[in-house]
């Protein structure tokens, strides 16, 4: 990473106010930190992309196909006939601007195009200017404009500076989702071949490995095992947790970033201490070995091919149902997609907890129960022996990830979890959690390194409600459910407010888990020393 | 601004030369009959233009809890599951404006030398949008008394609570000033806020203006250069009988105030006016938020996990790349490599 300003000069360098001229009129900024880098022209091709081509987004020249303006006409007439969510929401607007002060990015940059209403501008003039009558006579006058390639430059710059976390839409009097205009606009962008590396390889290792990592199969056996030797270390007990096996109650999908990346994988480490705990009937799988999905941050078919391999798994080693582990896009897309998707789920049926017998009829059509859910329901039934006084010296806040509080509204299930497994739980203030919460600023296949100074500008509101609760009540510790955010938030939190540790949710859960037959624990997940040990029956004897 | 302050200009004149000129017939009677009729068959061939596309996928956006555990209590309206639920989020939505009654204000400060943000509940653009949409709407209603004989009773009901106060005569109706504090509002807001000055289109002011223009020739209408009232209702009888009367000796003003309504009516469906009827249609939220529970048809949906033409990557391809390892690193497989 470059050298970064420090944040107080980050956000004096934020201009007051904006351009003199009209937006149609300025010009997006190539600089370097500004633009993520391009797809590989392989890996857009090995996805079908029928336009893949050598480009660099500081060139003048992208490149792009002779007949780019009919592609992209044809793009947005396909998806306009497709969606009506789209149709409305290129015509309804009234730019009331109850969205703009809404979105991170521009609280974080004031740049008027991460106003949502201008954001979807972009695309709405040029929709004026093809598709309605009174933008072809009357033009800028209508608000329309003519497709130029710096239309598609600033689509590329202001459609890569969207989290899709549907804030704005909560706002809209008329419901407008800026997440589907920024899908849409993707998937225009990657049929004239232009997608961005971070998500288009991911996505390309995703189909052909199983996850975004591209970790194959026989690693990832190899991963889990190291991890599996840190719990041994940590607990006393050996778990050895099957993979592809057939014939088991549940498949466990997860995404992959929690079997990789810290601190992720304290979060994987604890859910194979509690499945073991349990004694939970389950397989992982090598094959569905992601439960994210970076196709949906750009194209409903890409997602559609990613999401497809969750129920072809099941079916095949014929399990009952499906426990997803915690994420947040993923559950964007397992609970408004899969089952649409990819669904009927019938070969496989509606989930009970074998451990407490409740069913979960909420999941009776896609058949995937979310871990916090499975997790509260274990708690409730007094099924698992917790310690949470292991976890006192944390004082956690609960960051509620963008997909699950709006495109799910899971939102008591891990406060109760995390209620029981920690003593010490503050809120942050209102307006910044629930349906309300920030995004991290790096959502929608956003957390590529190339643009930090960007993701850093977007996570600010999320830092700044952080560090109110970090002056106010000492908290030390921000736990969330999103493997994005498990990634993203540590160094966005070192930037804004250092002294915060980010976890996952099964993370606090597996350190305040009392297994049985485990030795005294001495250390955390982490393997670092918990200033409240447990007490040594050796030694009190 | 300027080209949308011209044209309401222009239509004003238009107005006022189309009486001066005579052409009553063809302001008082043609044009708000051919506009009616546009307003109608627009409005009604936009609402079919979005309907004719699917709604593939189910995207509401949920703003409560979910109903997941029993003893966890869901939000019943903010994340509704069911059709009555989704009905009541509906009219929350339409009759008081619920997503715009969540507006903040974000503003930036410095608190001890770092800079913050602050949260601020914002309900002003709530309270005036409400003002004006329901001053319009009674208007809308007192109107009515215009179109029908006798007035029924519900609409003199209307007529009288909004005149209740009994000021001047003709009496003074609140609603008047409604929906001009509501517009004011709205159209200051948009001149003050950097942000609205920076986001408006011309539709957005012509839009303002038209609206102001028909209230403030009808206010004019009523209080100041009376026309003959009588003689309105027998022309707007005509009107609506389809049987029309020569509207001959009324004052400009009524053609003035017409011509701005035929505007807007002509206007209306090929505008942002539209999210009248578009509210309703809102994919985030006028769907059930149990896309878990009830499976949504994507009527395009191309292809399932098991139909030869799926185009993702199966399990049997991916055992062919991995096979060898697979067995080495001793995974199970469906096939056993060849010896």
């Not at chain 1, 107080?8 to 600089?31: C, I, N, R, V, Y």
């Not at chain 1, 859910?373 to 310690?387: C, M, S």
């Not at chain 1, 560090?467 to 459910?481: E, G, K, L, P």
Request: with cysteine; charged share 20%.
């Amino acid at each position: 990473m470059a050298k970064m300003p420090t944040p107080e000069e980050l956000l004096a360098a934020t201009p007051a106010s904006f351009p003199k001229e009209g937006w149609m009129d300025t010009k997006p900024d190539f600089h370097p930190g500004s633009y993520c880098y391009p797809a590989k022209t392989d890996a857009l091709q090995k996805l079908g992309f029928e336009n893949a081509h050598e480009w660099a987004p500081q060139e003048e020249d992208w490149n792009l196909p002779e007949n780019w303006e009919e592609i992209i006409y044809n793009s947005l007439k396909d998806a306009l006939e497709k969606h009506r969510s789209l149709k409305l929401f290129m015509d309804c607007c009234v730019r009331c601007g109850a969205c703009a002060d809404k979105c991170h990015f521009f609280i974080g940059t004031n740049d008027p195009k991460n106003m949502p209403v201008l954001r979807a501008e972009l695309l709405r003039s040029v929709y004026r200017k093809d598709f309605t009558t009174a933008g072809r006579l009357l033009g800028k006058y209508a608000g329309a404009r003519k497709l130029d390639p710096e239309v598609i430059k600033e689509w590329f710059i202001y459609f890569y500076q969207c989290t899709e976390c549907r804030r704005c839409s909560l706002f809209c009097p008329y419901g407008i989702d800026t997440a589907e205009i920024t899908v849409i606009v993707r998937q225009m962008l990657l049929d004239l071949g232009l997608g961005i590396n971070w998500i288009m390889n991911s996505v390309k290792d995703c189909n052909e490995t199983g996850n975004h990592l591209g970790i194959k199969p026989h690693s990832m056996k190899e991963i889990v095992e190291f991890l599996c030797d840190d719990i041994e270390t940590i607990t006393g007990i050996r778990i050895d947790p099957p993979w592809n096996e057939k014939g088991h109650e549940v498949v466990f999908i997860t995404p992959s970033g929690d079997y990789f990346a810290d601190p992720g994988v304290y979060t994987f480490m604890g859910y194979l201490m509690l499945f073991h705990e349990i004694g939970l009937d389950y397989t992982l799988s090598t094959y569905a070995s992601e439960g994210g999905n970076f196709g949906s941050f750009v194209s409903f078919d890409v997602a559609k091919r990613l999401n497809a391999k969750m129920y072809a798994e099941a079916k095949r080693l014929g399990a009952k149902w499906i426990l997803g582990g915690e994420c947040g896009h993923m559950w964007r897309v397992v609970n408004q997609y899969m089952a649409t998707y990819n669904g009927p789920a019938d070969f496989l049926e509606t989930p009970v907890s074998p451990i407490t017998g409740t069913v979960f009829h909420n999941a009776a059509a896609t058949k995937m129960v979310h871990i916090a859910e499975f997790t509260a329901d274990l708690i409730k039934h007094n099924k698992l022996n917790l310690r949470p006084e292991r976890n006192n010296h944390i004082i956690t806040t609960w960051h509620d990830s963008c997909n699950p509080s709006r495109a799910m509204g899971i939102l008591e299930e891990p406060r109760y979890v995390l209620k029981n497994v920690c003593n010490n739980f503050v809120e942050m203030p209102e307006h910044t959690i629930r349906e309300e919460t920030f995004c991290c600023g790096s959502g929608s296949g956003l957390n590529a390194e190339e643009i930090m100074d960007q993701r850093l500008r977007g996570g600010f509101p999320r830092a700044n409600a952080l560090r109110y609760v970090h002056d106010h009540n000492d908290v030390n510790w921000m736990a969330c459910m999103c493997a994005l955010d498990r990634a993203a938030l540590p160094p966005l939190v070192d930037y804004w407010v250092p002294g915060v540790t980010v976890s996952g949710l099964h993370e606090l859960v597996a350190n305040a888990l009392v297994m049985k037959g485990e030795i005294p624990r001495t250390m955390d997940l982490r393997q670092e020393d918990l200033p409240f040990p447990d007490e040594d029956p050796a030694e009190e004897a | 601004m300027t080209i949308a302050f011209a044209a309401t200009l222009l239509i004003l004149f238009v107005g006022w030369a189309g009486s001066a000129l005579g052409l009553q017939y063809l302001f008082g009677v043609i044009l708000p009959l051919v506009a009616g009729a546009v307003f109608i068959i627009g409005f009604v061939w936009k609402l079919v233009r979005w309907a004719k596309s699917p709604v593939p996928f189910a995207i509401p956006t949920v703003a409560g809890q979910q109903r997941s555990l029993d003893w966890i209590k869901p939000s019943r309206l903010e994340c509704p599951w069911t059709t009555p639920a989704v009905l009541v989020r509906m009219l929350l939505e339409v009759f008081a404006f619920r997503s715009l009654f969540r507006n903040t204000r974000a503003e930036r400060t410095v608190i001890d030398g770092t800079p913050r943000v602050t949260y601020f509940s914002n309900k002003w653009l709530w309270l005036f949008a409400l003002l004006f949409h329901y001053g319009m709407l009674v208007i809308i209603i007192r109107h009515a008394r215009f179109f029908l004989d006798p007035v029924p009773a519900c609409i003199a009901v209307v007529e009288f609570v909004d005149g209740v106060f009994q000021i001047g005569a003709p009496r003074f109706y609140l609603t008047d000033a409604f929906i001009l504090a509501g517009l004011a509002f709205l159209l200051l807001r948009r001149v003050v806020s950097e942000r609205l000055r920076y986001i408006s289109l011309p539709a957005d002011w012509f839009a303002l203006f038209l609206l102001i223009a028909i209230a403030v020739s009808g206010i004019l209408m009523r209080y100041v250069c009376k026309v003959d009232i009588n003689q309105v209702k027998e022309v707007i009888m005509g009107l609506a009988t389809l049987h029309p009367v020569s509207p001959t000796g009324i004052g400009s003003i009524f053609f003035i105030h017409v011509t701005f309504v035929s505007v807007l009516l002509i206007y209306f469906p090929f505008s942002k006016l539209m999210h009248m009827g578009g509210v309703f249609m809102s994919p985030t939220r006028n769907m059930k938020c149990n896309t878990r529970q009830e499976r949504h048809v994507n009527p395009w949906n191309p292809w399932a996990i098991d139909d030869p033409q799926a185009n993702y990557h199966k399990y049997a391809e991916y055992e062919d790349d991995y096979r060898d390892a697979m067995v080495e690193a001793g995974l199970p497989v469906d096939k056993q490599p060849e010896a």
